[in-house]
Each structure stands twice: as C-alpha cells, then as structure tokens.
C-alpha cells in the first residue's frame, strides 16, 4: 500500500472515538450501504458471517421502543440511524469465536463510519435487555441474539482525535513481555 494510504488507514484507526450527540440531518442511504458493506467484510470463522443487520430510522416508532429499553435511551432517541446487530443461532458454529466474529463486523462499521464523517458509538448496554429488544423488534430468540446496536448520526460537535493517545493505557503496560 502506498505510503499516504497507510497513513490514512492509521488517521482512521487512531482518529475514532465514540459519538454520542447528533445533529437532525440524516444519514443517507448510500452512506448506510457502505456502512453495512463494511460490517459485511469483517472476517469470521470458517468465513460463516454469522451476523445480520436490521436498521432503524427516525420515523419508526422501533426507536422509540428501543431507547425505552436501554440506559442509554438518550443516545438511541437522538441517533439519525441504528443498527441492531445480530448473531443468526443457526449459522453459528462457535460461541467464543462467533461473538469474536460480531466485535470485529461492528469495530469495521464504526471505522466506516468515522471514515465518512459521520459518528457512532457501540452501545452494548442494551443487550442486558436481550428478551424485550428481541420481543419489539418481532425476532425470535431461537434464531437471533443480540450483539450490540451502533448509533449514529452526524456528529453534533467536531471532535478532536486525542492524538497523544491519552485515552488509552500505554503499550508498556499492555506487553506482557517487553518488545
Ligand atoms: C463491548 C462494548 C460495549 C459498549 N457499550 C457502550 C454503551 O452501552 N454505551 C456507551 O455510551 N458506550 C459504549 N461503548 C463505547 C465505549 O465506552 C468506548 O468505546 C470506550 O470508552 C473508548 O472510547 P472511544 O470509543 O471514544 O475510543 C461500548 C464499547 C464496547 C467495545
């Protein structure tokens, strides 16, 4: 890869940090599609994509519903589009690594997301709610579990990048055995 790819891939990578407050403006469908094309290259065991996305816009009364079903009901009510992702039981084929499977699809959807300009964050405290998310959305839990839904929207204030790396412990402390 050349040399200002690498270092665009890397403003992507260091460059994310959750958002949480959005503007009105809506997000466009063509930016949604990249947004799930990226989620759909994300690697799985045996290649088996266990996961499954279901999307919600303002204007369906499912937004609602959901932000009544998180503590984060804030984010959720203000977001210009969510994405439930799922796990699909019958295409599972390994817990441990059918749910590593679904980090790495959402982790490629919020680098898209950044790297569109717009901004989202992972809100994982839903699925402490797994049965009634499941229940409101009409999907059975013998086919579906719960995995995450990413909020976003246009991001409401512009954000820095922390490029100091502030926010996260230093690699020292993260090497079990020094480099
Ligand atoms: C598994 C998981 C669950 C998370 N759940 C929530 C959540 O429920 N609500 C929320 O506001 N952020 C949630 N986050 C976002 C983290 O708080 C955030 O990624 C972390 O603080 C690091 O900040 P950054 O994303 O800005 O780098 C979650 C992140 C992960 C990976």
């Avoid at 403006?25 to 290649?47: C, F, H, K, T, Y």
């Avoid at 699909?88 to 950044?114: F, S, V």
Wanted: hydrophobic letters at 45%.
């Amino acid at each position: 890869m050349a040399a200002e790819h690498v270092e665009k891939v890397f403003d992507v990578l260091l460059g994310r940090r959750s958002v949480r407050k959005f503007t009105d403006q809506p997000v466009g469908m063509d930016d949604l599609r990249r947004i799930l094309e990226a989620g759909r290259w994300a690697p799985s065991g045996l290649n088996n994509q266990p996961w499954r996305f279901l999307v919600v816009r303002p204007g369906d009364a499912r937004q609602e519903t959901m932000a009544g079903l998180t503590k984060y009901g804030h984010i959720v009510r203000n977001a210009q589009a969510l994405v439930v992702v799922l796990l699909h039981k019958p295409t599972m084929y390994h817990e441990g690594k059918d749910h590593q499977a679904a980090g790495a699809c959402i982790q490629n959807m919020l680098l898209a997301i950044h790297a569109l300009g717009l901004g989202g964050v992972w809100i994982g405290e839903i699925i402490n709610q797994e049965k009634d998310v499941l229940e409101a959305l009409h999907l059975g839990s013998e086919n579906f579990r719960l995995m995450a839904v990413i909020a976003l929207g246009h991001p409401l204030h512009p954000f820095e990048a922390r490029a100091d790396g502030s926010a996260r412990r230093p690699l020292e402390e993260l090497l079990v055995e020094a480099l």
